[in-house]
């Protein structure tokens, strides 16, 4: 079968016509070959967003914008954004749309969909919630004010410091500055290699030393104090001294009679008539003593013959 030429003409001219039409719709971001859902989000300001603009999820391409109109209730206060999911997406109810600035080279924004935990959904053609990206100057503008509060109250604290600092009040921190200077002075050489930081740092080097030499001696001579320790425990000291304390009673005791003058020791120690006849008798002994070595026929009569001499 042959066809005319007349046929070709309009087949062509339906093919043109049909991608013209695909084309004109893919441009507005309508895709006429894939089904799609449509869904509707009202803003207060539509600043940056644009017919043709992307919607995304997570990053990912969804859908497009495909209208912007005057909201017919209330005109000129709010727009009513139209686009469309490619895919068929279940959106949960509560879901926000937010406008954000996706190249922060342009200033066009486009729809990020911020998905709700829930299980219950919008149904293609409802109007879902709608959200505003702050993008960089969510983040300068609290940095701004902070920014603004701290200059205030760094110029109060100029000011007051002004006011504070006198020609008085400057001498004083030159001097104090003066004096700390001289004191990291005194330090500096204090701690120089022959300062006296350094040399007690050598002395205690060298004492160290020597205990580390001497660390097997000073070992063994606390072994000698411990076995002493056991020795004097092994020999009951408490009891010895509890001994010797009762010892010492008694003996101040004794003194303390003899002291009152009871008893022999204290009669001869106190009373000095005892000690006077003492004295007389002891003379008297003397003189018999030297008489009898002088006289001692007197007081020893002894003869051979039984002869008794005759007194002078």
């Known amino acids: 079968m042959k066809i005319s030429r007349e046929a070709k003409t309009a087949l062509i001219a339906i093919v043109i016509i049909a991608i013209t039409i695909w084309g004109f719709n893919f441009l507005k971001?309508?895709?006429?070959?894939?089904?799609?859902?449509?869904?509707?989000?009202?803003?207060?300001?539509?600043?940056?967003?644009?017919?043709?603009?992307?919607?995304?999820?997570?990053?990912?391409?969804?859908?497009?914008?495909?209208?912007?109109?005057?909201?017919?209730?209330?005109?000129?206060?709010?727009?009513?954004?139209?686009?469309?999911?490619?895919?068929?997406?279940?959106?949960?109810?509560?879901?926000?749309?937010?406008?954000?600035?996706?190249?922060?080279?342009?200033?066009?924004?486009?729809l990020e969909i911020e998905f709700y935990d829930t299980t219950v959904y919008y149904k293609p053609g409802d109007t879902l919630i709608a959200a505003y990206d702050p993008g960089i100057m969510g983040i300068l503008e609290p940095l701004q004010n902070q920014f603004d509060i701290t200059i205030?109250?760094?110029?109060?604290?100029?000011?007051?410091?002004?006011?504070?600092?006198?020609?008085?009040?400057?001498?004083?921190?030159?001097?104090?500055?003066?004096?700390?200077?001289?004191?990291?002075?005194?330090?500096k050489n204090m701690l120089a290699p022959n300062g006296e930081i350094s040399k007690s740092v050598s002395n205690i080097e060298s004492v160290t030393s020597n205990i580390k030499k001497n660390n097997d001696k000073i070992n063994e001579s606390v072994d000698h104090f411990k076995n002493i320790s056991a020795d004097l425990d092994s020999a009951n000291l408490t009891q010895t001294l509890a001994r010797l304390d009762s010892t010492l009673a008694a003996t101040y005791a004794i003194m303390d009679k003899i002291n009152n003058s009871e008893g022999s020791a204290g009669l001869l120690i106190n009373d000095s008539t005892l000690y006077v006849n003492l004295a007389a008798a002891t003379a008297s002994l003397d003189s018999l003593l030297s008489d009898m070595k002088e006289h001692p026929k007197r007081y020893v009569h002894f003869s051979v013959f039984g002869k008794k001499e005759k007194s002078n």
């Open 152 to 187: 205030e109250k760094l110029n109060a604290t100029l000011e007051a410091l002004d006011n504070t600092l006198n020609e008085e009040t400057q001498a004083n921190i030159r001097k104090s500055v003066a004096a700390v200077h001289e004191s990291l002075v005194s330090l």
């Open 29 to 110: 971001g309508k895709n006429i070959i894939k089904p799609t859902d449509e869904y509707y989000v009202v803003y207060d300001n539509i600043e940056g967003i644009i017919e043709s603009g992307t919607v995304f999820y997570k990053g990912f391409q969804v859908g497009n914008i495909n209208g912007i109109a005057f909201d017919p209730e209330n005109p000129g206060k709010k727009f009513v954004v139209k686009f469309i999911l490619e895919q068929r997406m279940k959106i949960p109810v509560k879901s926000r749309v937010i406008a954000k600035q996706s190249n922060p080279i342009v200033s066009t924004k486009d």
